[in-house]
């Protein structure tokens, strides 16, 4: 059993959608592949990175199925999701297996501002550094709030968190930025398996393919996944 903090079980008269309450009513079908590669990689013991958390539902779920018996580390930069991932986490009694931070993920360690397309928990397509989300479309954010960015190799390395060995990211826009961060990071034996997000668009796809295959990770669900312009999909890389 997962629990989930909502805000509301109704939708909201300003005609944004409650993003919360839908999260949790598509819990099981929204990323069936998701929890797919929790169910059959995942085992107790391990360390995981989940990169754009958001409220923490994908978080949540391995470490209940773990039985707590792991290291989760949650990343989300997103003000009002990162105040209810925290929530969830106490909610669900995770508090000594999960740890949340509020920084974003990508290339280099810096200061840099967060734009939020929509200022509602459980809302997504946020950017890092300019109001620019997937596929390079620009929006009129809601908030611009400060940041800390750090890159995956400085997580590992200069800061020393524990090692991961699965990591999850889902970010909208910047998933080869994070890639390009993990130089080191990716070519850890310690690092069992990677799944990450892509928007099909331009080179996006081929670039981090071509970063994980040269790192020894191979694309394990390379049969289903649909590389149209314009798709969204989970790529799953394996080490082999």
Same mark, same amino acid.
């Given at each position: 059993t997962i629990l989930l903090d909502l805000d509301s079980d109704q939708e909201s008269e300003d005609g944004l959608r409650n993003y919360?309450?839908?999260?949790?009513?598509?819990?099981?079908?929204?990323?069936? !592949?998701t929890l797919d590669w929790i169910d059959?990689?995942?085992?107790?013991?391990? =360390? $995981? #990175? !989940?990169?754009?958390?958001? /409220? *923490?539902?994908?978080?949540? #779920?391995?470490?209940?199925?773990?039985? *707590?018996?792991a290291q989760m580390f949650a990343f989300e930069p997103e003000a009002l999701n990162f105040a209810k991932l925290n929530r969830n986490i106490l909610?669900? *009694?995770?508090? +000594? =297996? %999960?740890?949340? #931070?509020? %920084?974003?993920?990508?290339?280099?360690?810096? $200061? !840099?501002?967060?734009? +939020?397309?929509?200022?509602?928990t459980g809302a997504a397509l946020h950017a890092l550094g300019r109001a620019i989300t997937q596929g390079e479309k620009a929006f009129e954010p809601h908030n611009r709030q400060g940041i800390m960015a750090v890159s995956l190799d400085d997580l590992t390395g200069k800061y020393g968190l524990?090692?991961? =060995?699965? /990591?999850?990211?889902?970010? !909208?826009? /910047?998933?080869?930025?994070?890639?390009?961060?993990?130089?080191?990071?990716?070519?850890?034996?310690?690092l069992k398996t990677f799944l990450i997000e892509v928007y099909m668009h331009k080179t %996006?796809?081929?670039?981090?393919?071509?970063a994980f295959f040269n790192a020894g990770l191979q694309l394990s669900n390379a049969d289903v996944v649909d590389f149209s312009d314009g798709v969204v999909q989970n790529l799953i890389f394996v080490r082999k």
């Open positions: 919360e309450l839908w999260r949790a009513g598509h819990y099981d079908n929204k990323e069936p !592949d059959t990689y995942f085992k107790e013991g391990d =360390t $995981i #990175y !989940d990169i754009g958390a958001n /409220i *923490g539902q994908y978080s949540l #779920y391995a470490a209940k199925t773990l039985n *707590g018996n909610l669900n *009694g995770l508090g +000594s =297996t %999960m740890t949340a #931070y509020p %920084m974003a993920v990508s290339d280099q360690t810096g $200061i !840099d501002h967060f734009y +939020s397309k929509a200022f509602k524990p090692f991961p =060995t699965h /990591i999850k990211v889902d970010v !909208d826009g /910047i998933e080869d930025r994070i890639v390009k961060g993990a130089h080191n990071t990716l070519r850890d034996p310690r %996006m796809a081929n670039d981090i393919k071509e």
